[in-house]
């Protein structure tokens, strides 16, 4: 099981907080009215980074998903 394991239940972990901190950080600022263009561009970045996260736990959970029904797939051909 290439995907199967502790260590991509972790690194899906590890994604998640970094989303979890930056949605914090967001929310705990708050996106102002009166805000710079130099503080929008920095939330814009983090949302552009909070993205990525998701994007990435997004693909190890789908691969996970792929590895176990290829599994099935081979529990049943057998």
């Not at 949605?23 to 561009?41: D, F, N, P, Q, W």
């Not at 997004?58 to 099935?72: A, S, V, Y």
Request: charged fraction near 40%.
């Amino acid at each position: 099981m290439e995907c199967n394991n502790e260590k991509t239940i972790e690194r899906i972990r590890d994604l998640l907080f970094l989303v979890e901190s930056d949605a914090a950080t967001l929310k705990g600022e708050g996106v102002r009215l009166e805000a710079s263009t130099e503080e929008l561009e920095v939330y814009y970045r983090t949302c552009e980074l909070m993205e990525d996260y998701i994007e990435r736990a997004k693909t190890l959970i789908g691969k996970m998903l792929d590895e176990r029904e290829g599994m099935k797939a081979e529990g049943e051909g057998e």
